[in-house]
């Protein structure tokens, strides 16, 4: 089995009338090239009277202001949704699978469409679920 990738970043406290930033995500050294740079789960920037928080980096959504909306969280990533001060927040990004199998295990038994990856890691085969799917090893 593979191990989680563990907790992200605190999120900042908000200063005055203005919301946090967000948490930034947990980073995952040897998956640079999927979700932001390497980085998941970013927080959602909290709202605030008169500015939102910054987006945490990790597909997070900023905050919005007084009436404004929050934005999403980044696609495949599972970043927060921004939140907001009398606006609608932010929906949370979805998630992704990545599954990292070295090359002599690997039996090429998928369902769903995960893209396969056969150049990112000496010895090894990654599928990447960004939608439902399944492998058999």
Known sequence: ????????GAGAAGSGNAGGAGGAGKAISDMS???????????????????GGAAGTG???????????????????GGGGGGTYLGSSG??????????????????????????????HAAFTLLIYNSSGSYTG
């Open 1 to 8: 089995g593979g191990s989680g990738g563990g907790a992200g």
């Open 33 to 51: 090239s999927y979700g932001d740079g390497g980085l998941f789960a970013g927080g959602g920037g909290a709202g605030g009277y008169t500015s």
């Open 59 to 77: 597909g997070g959504g900023a905050g919005g202001g007084y009436g404004g909306n929050g934005a999403a969280g980044d696609a495949n990533t």
């Open 91 to 120: 929906a949370g990004g979805s998630g992704v699978v990545i599954l990292k199998i070295p090359d002599g295990k690997y039996s090429g038994t998928t369902s769903g469409s995960p893209t396969v990856d056969t150049s990112s």
